[in-house]
């Protein structure tokens, strides 16, 4: 119920009172739509795993989770819509027009705000960008802000869901933006240095703030923390304490402060080494589960040729989080350091 609550103000956040319009409000041709060119809703509805959000908790697999949980229908239940087609969560009291079929999925408007107040005007050349977020449409400019999107669906499954065996949830910018299909422009992949760190910062303060509320996850977020204090503004804005509350402004400091840095490839290349250097350390599972991201991150933001060089240890290190029953964790610092060969051999 708490996550319902927090995600229903997280996709109204942008102005209490404005209503979504649906899917199909986006979608006419010579709009988002039509079939041809620059069409956002091609994208969303052909390649994106969210526009099927909604189909997959009719799959078997959904029907053996909601069981687990004792929930009744997938479909229907609050504690997966909420996530996997959060505008029927909304849709009582906040789908505004005729549109009486539910609209299904993670659509448009649980990432770009819901559209009542700007759909009419913000195609309009003389309106400005700022003028659209004041009118309720989300701002998704900068790594912050993206990052504050993804993470309240990516970042964190309440405890009953994992034990009901829905698959893990892993959030990581860099990562996630890559493996979407782009109905954008471009991801400047050399900054997915940038993208790991403010997202990995905004996923400590959201685990803080769970703590504070009662749901302790002390070795992930001891794990994010270590992880993210062997960087330069990182060492300098986290505390070494592990209390929640002072950990939670600290880690939303950081979170911005990262979203404006910038990253060159030598930068890049300094972190990986600094951060695969603590491949060595790992004791336990945590540990590993916040390295990996940040590892694929860190070659992802490299030249691109070292990625083909570095894929079968990344696959690797996937692997070798699956599952906290089979891990190893000496075997798992031999897959870093082989990582580390792999990225600075010589092409
Ligand atoms: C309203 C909740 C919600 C939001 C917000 C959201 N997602 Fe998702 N996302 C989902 C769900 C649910 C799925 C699983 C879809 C399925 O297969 O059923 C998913 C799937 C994905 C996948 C595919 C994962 C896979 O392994 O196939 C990627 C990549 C992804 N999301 C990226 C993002 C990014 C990047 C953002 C932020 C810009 C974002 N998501 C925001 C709910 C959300
Ligand atoms: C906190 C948000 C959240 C909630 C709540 C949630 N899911 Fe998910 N679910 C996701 C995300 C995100 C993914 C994609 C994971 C990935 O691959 O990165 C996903 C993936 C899945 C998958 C695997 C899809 C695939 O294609 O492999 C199934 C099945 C699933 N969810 C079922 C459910 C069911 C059933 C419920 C309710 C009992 C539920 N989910 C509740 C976020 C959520
Ligand atoms: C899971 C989250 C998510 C969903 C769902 C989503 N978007 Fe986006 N959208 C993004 C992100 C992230 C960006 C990139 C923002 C950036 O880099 O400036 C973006 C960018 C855009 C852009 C700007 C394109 C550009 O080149 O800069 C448009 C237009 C857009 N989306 C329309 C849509 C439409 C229409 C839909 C529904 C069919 C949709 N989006 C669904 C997250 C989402």
Redesign the pocket.
Known sequence: MRLLFTLLICITAARAGDHFLG?QS?ASSGC?GGGKGDD??LV?QKSDA?SRAYGTLISERSKRIAEALGVGEAAKSNQCTVCHSPMESAATAKIANALKNPNHG???E???GPAENWIRFHTRKDISHAQRVAAGMRD??TAYQ?SN?CVGCHGNLPAGLAKASHPTLRFELARQLVE?PA???N?DAGQSAKAWLTSQAALLRELCWLSEKGNAQPERIAALQWVLRETASGAELLPADPAPAPLRTAADKLAKAASKIKWTTEKTRTQFDRTAALGGQVKDFAQAEALVPALRALVLGLDPKVMPRAKDSLVSLDLAIRSPALFDAKKFSETVAQLTAAVSTKP
Do not use: I, N, R
Request: proline content about 0%.
């Open positions: 899917w986006c988002h956002q809703m969303w969210h993670v659509s448009c649980a990432c770009h998704l400019d993206q999107t979407m109905h954008w422009e991801f």
